[in-house]
């Protein structure tokens, strides 16, 4: 088994703000905050999602989105036109017409690096997200090449340490949709220095967007037991962000 990194290897990872940022958001995330708050996992075309950056970009601004990541699968090519279609809109859109408009200051969305990787977990085939890290670090680049990763790079535990190499947050995905239950994945991640769980999330797809009522308790009681940190997310993968298909 690939060992996780030692603390003073962790100690010297890349810090530039935003996961210390994100810590500070995943610590108030509750069962209200998705959709209309923060959105931390959704996918566009550059993976296996319907919606361009751009259209996405569009829904971002439209909801009112404070905080947000687009965790296509083993890529940032959709994070980086994201990236760009921002800066020009805020280009475009000076900040006393945009907090007029939105009625609140500081309306600009919070776009955040992320990615889902395929990882093998407790001899299960799982999604590790990965958050606020450095795209051109070298750890994380093998994870980024469009393709889930193979051999040894597969192990969580690989995948683990080059998302914190690269100084992100990792966090396991949808606990409750393996084959293995999460009361078995969530203390194997913690064990091996996962970062969170993605606790609020609507596995059965309602039309309208709430955290499942049956798995949400559970996650949030293995998050607790484990010191995790709680993240939540649409897993947008169709044309609304407000849902996943």
């Known amino acids: 088994m690939v060992a996780t990194p030692s603390l003073s290897t ?17 610590a108030a995330v509750d069962a209200t905050s998705c959709p209309y708050t923060y959105n931390f996992h959704m996918h566009t075309a550059c993976s296996d999602g319907k919606l361009t950056p751009a259209g996405l970009m569009e829904q971002v601004v439209d909801i009112g989105l404070n905080a ?15 990236k760009a279609w921002l800066e020009d809109w805020q280009w ?5 017409l945009r907090s007029r408009q939105r009625g609140r200051a500081g309306a600009v969305p919070r776009l955040f690096t ?24 070298d750890a994380i680049a093998p ?22 190499l690269a100084g992100g947050i990792a966090v396991l995905a949808h606990p409750a949709r393996y084959r293995t239950s999460a009361k078995t994945l969530v203390p ?33 009681q293995l998050a607790r037991d484990h010191g995790l940190l709680t993240t939540c997310g ?9 849902r996943r298909l």
């Open 10 to 26: 962790l100690s010297q990872r890349p810090r530039t703000g935003d996961a210390e940022s994100l810590r500070k958001i995943f």
């Open 114 to 137: 992320g990615v889902e990787i395929t990882a093998i977990l407790a001899e299960t085939e799982v999604h590790i997200l990965g958050y606020g890290f450095a795209p051109s670090h």
């Open 143 to 164: 994870y980024l090449q469009g393709h889930a990763p193979r051999g040894d790079a597969k192990l969580a535990g690989a995948v683990i340490a080059a998302i914190q």
């Open 92 to 96: 475009r859109n000076p900040t006393s």
């Open 188 to 220: 194997v991640a913690a064990s091996l220095g996962i970062d969170g769980v993605e606790t609020y999330y609507a596995y059965a797809n309602p039309e309208d967007w709430v955290p499942c009522p049956r798995h949400t308790p559970t996650v949030e």
């Open 234 to 242: 649409t897993d947008t993968h169709g044309p609304s962000l407000l």
């Open 68 to 82: 947000f990541a687009i965790t296509d699968h083993h890529t940032v090519r959709g994070y980086k036109q994201a």
